[in-house]
């Protein structure tokens, strides 16, 4: 058996993997993304749209905040 190490997910799958549990980010708000080349990195198929798992967690490493207190000068 062929097991994908990084796989494609549909539009819907990583909407639902971007958002909190039960409240996937809206379809228009990826399709903003893709439209302002702001979002995560994709593929095209014919017209479908797909992410990598790998392109998903990237995008969220970079939106993480660090909480980290300054340090006093």
Do not use: C
């Not at 549990?21 to 080349?37: D, E, I, N, S």
């Not at 790998?54 to 006093?72: C, G, H, K, P, W």
Request: overall charge positive; aromatic content about 10%; hydrophobic content about 35%.
């Amino acid at each position: 058996m062929n097991i994908n190490p990084d796989p494609l997910l549909s539009q819907e799958d990583a909407a639902a993997f971007l958002g909190p549990p039960g409240k996937p980010v809206p379809l228009a708000t990826m399709q903003w993304w893709r439209y302002r080349k702001r979002g995560p990195k994709y593929t095209k198929i014919g017209r479908h749209v797909y992410y990598r798992q790998s392109a998903l967690n990237e995008f969220v490493q970079r939106a993480e905040v660090s909480t980290e207190e300054a340090v006093d000068a």
